[in-house]
T-cell receptor, first 115, second 113 residues
């Protein structure tokens, strides 16, 4: 079974530029998560989708971050404009069944460096 | 709010030593508890989980028991190997509308040959 795919693996941008990350979850997984992991910290949830609907975006800085999940499959996370404090690893995860407490499967992440 | 607290690292051990990484949680209701491991340059992988009080999760020689009375889920391994060197994250998940995962800050383990 293929895992969660993310791209790119690494990205370096200047502050005030924009950037987009892509995630392809495990086939058939209803729930998709985007996490931000700052160096030395645990992952922090940014947004959670159930199929193509947002169920939790309470910690997403909506003035600069946006995310979508088209047709309930792939997802993109965008930052515009980026700030230095956005430097982090952005992790995408998916879990199989709606309404059940199963583990999340994580991609390798995208390491963003804002200079 | 809900939270997870882990012991700070790094933890440095010699090969074959006994490992304990402490994890305590604060949550209302009945969360499920997880240990995830992150090897260098990779994403998080589920190591083990427990879904109710007194459950013991185990995998690859690692164990953790869900202790509701002490709100703890400590990770243990009897004999660590160099290949266990990684960052370990304790996490909880509960259905507060959605199954949202809350992670601790992670504990880096370094095993020396």
């Amino acid at each position: 079974e293929a895992g969660v795919a993310q791209s790119p693996r690494y990205k370096i941008i200047e502050k005030r530029q924009s950037v987009a990350f892509w995630c392809n979850p495990i086939s058939g997984h209803a729930t998709l998560y985007w996490y931000q992991q700052i160096l030395g910290q645990g992952p922090k949830l940014l947004i959670q989708f159930q199929n193509n609907g947002v169920v939790d975006d309470s910690q997403l800085p909506k003035d600069r971050f946006s995310a979508e999940r088209l047709k309930g499959v792939d997802s993109t996370l965008k930052i515009q404009p980026a700030k230095l404090e956005d430097s982090a690893v952005y992790l995408c995860a998916s879990s199989p069944r709606e309404g059940e407490n199963t583990e999340a499967f994580f991609g390798q992440g995208t390491r963003l460096t804002v200079v | 709010g809900d939270s997870v607290t882990q012991m700070e690292g790094p933890v440095t051990l010699s090969e074959e030593a006994f490992l304990t990484i402490n994890c305590t949680y604060t949550a209302t209701g009945y969360p499920s508890l997880f240990w995830y491991v992150q090897y260098p340059g990779e994403g998080l992988q589920l190591l083990l989980k427990a879904t109710k009080a007194d459950d013991k999760g185990s995998n690859k020689g690692f164990e953790a028991t869900y202790r509701k009375e002490t709100t703890s889920f400590h990770l243990e391994k009897g004999s660590v190997q160099v290949s266990d060197s990684a960052v370990y994250f304790c996490a909880l998940s509960k259905p507060s509308g959605t199954y949202k995962y809350i992670f601790g800050t992670g504990t880096r383990l370094k095993v020396l040959a």
